[in-house]
């Protein structure tokens, strides 16, 4: 089955990393909501995807700089529509509410930097709603995948790279991870790694395909999904094939 990945929920139809943006994905049959974990001042995990609360938000600041009352205060629907205003920026726990009530699986991408302590935080959350069997815990991060590894190491995981090289099979394989997710370029064009990975049990999802017709060149390459803000239309696609 080809994963139907939406990437900061579907994010073209409600801003990303919002509770609308969840529960669109859901509705439009998503099987992994992707979204962004950071950790506030006073050590609450919130779904943001950048390190400032600049571009979705109406404030200003680093989110490590800001205590979760204060992120709590700000709009973060207004910059994608009117329609939006008034929407906060979703704590995890709240997420995580959301989507365990639904079918979809998680793909929970933590940014670093993150402690030991953080990441705890973060798999605890999980852990209480019962969600360890239905998530993907992913980063760009090597560290934070070995602590993920030394908390939970039976949560699947996945590696983000900004770029496959010749070190990404043997990392994925010191790192014990499911996936391994890279740019859609790489994917197209090195066959090589992709075989590996492949041939070494490691799925690849790379990010972030907008573009429809590129669809069937990845699939045809064999990635195990597709990590897209086009969510509802792929699985229209999926539907139609
Ligand atoms: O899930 C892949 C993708 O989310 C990685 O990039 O910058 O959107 O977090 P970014
Ligand atoms: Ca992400």
Redo the contacts with the bound molecule.
Sequence with gaps: MLHR?A??GYSTVAPENTLPAFAAALRAGATLV?F?VRVTRDGVPVVI?DRTVNRTTNGSGRVWDLTADEIATLDAGSWFGAGFTGLRVPTLSETLDLLAAGPAEL?V?I?PPATLDEVKSIVAQLAHRDLLDRSVV?S?DADVLRKVRDVAPDVRR?L?LFRFDAETVELSRELGVTYC?PPVADVLHDAETMAALRAAGVGV?P??PNDMAGWRPLVDAGVAGL?TDLVGELTGWVNAA
């Design positions: 990945v990437h900061r992707e962004d995807h793909l991408e940014k992913q760009f996945g983000l997710n999802m990010w972030t990590i």
